[in-house]
């Protein structure tokens, strides 16, 4: 990767902490962080609440910037606000969910292609002709007008926010699995073991 894609956030949203659960023999995060750590620099967790819970992973912790549980927006701009203080002359972070074990192997690769071969401001994943927002790739320039879009306009539908850019979306195909599955309910967990599975 070059040094424009620096910092990552690992949004872990909602669920009483769903990332956490065990799943094959490691947490959901665990899975998702051996997915994604080869194709970045570094990682951050984007989580509210104690940070000690997430300890034993060795990530820094980052909660988020505007209060209230804004949803993902909020994550896409903690991480944003991260890598400006903490990263100087980082251009991009790439976004994950933490529910999806499966998450692309090529994720940040293919959505940097397409931004840079579309000359787009933002990049986003689909699969099945579904999107993905959360996993994406977004410019730290955007910093100031997600917070004031988020502050005095009060948005918090990520499409709202991306309708204001060009947006490259990336599809990955869904069969035999959709990378982008995530674990949400009993079914879920249960389907996502079988998978799991040698």
């Given at each position: ?29 665990q ?6 750590s ?42 944003m ?60 320039a ?11 306009e ?14 490259v ?7 035999p ?22």
């Amino acid at each position: 990767m070059r040094n424009t894609s620096c910092r990552r956030t690992i949004p872990a949203h909602g669920g009483g902490d769903k990332c956490l659960r065990e799943l094959a023999g490691k947490t959901i995060l665990q899975h998702v962080m051996e997915r994604v750590s080869p194709q970045v620099k570094a990682l951050a967790i984007n989580a509210n609440g104690d940070p000690a819970r997430f300890d034993d992973y060795g990530l820094p912790v980052v909660s988020d910037s505007i209060e209230g549980f804004a949803g993902p927006l909020a994550g896409v701009l903690t991480g944003m606000e991260w890598a400006a203080e903490h990263v100087p002359g980082c251009e991009l972070i790439a976004t994950f969910a933490t529910d999806a074990p499966f998450v692309p192997t090529d994720l940040v690769p293919r959505l940097q292609a397409a931004l840079e071969r579309s000359g787009s401001d933002i990049a986003a994943a689909s699969s099945g002709g579904r999107a993905h927002p959360v996993f994406g790739l977004w410019p730290v320039a955007l910093r100031e007008d997600l917070r004031d879009a988020m502050i005095r306009e009060e948005v918090r539908k990520v499409d709202v926010f991306t309708a204001r850019y060009k947006l490259v979306t990336v599809d990955w195909s869904n069969a035999p699995l959709d990378p982008f599955y995530n674990v949400n309910h009993p079914e879920d967990f249960d389907r996502a073991l079988e998978l799991l599975q040698p």
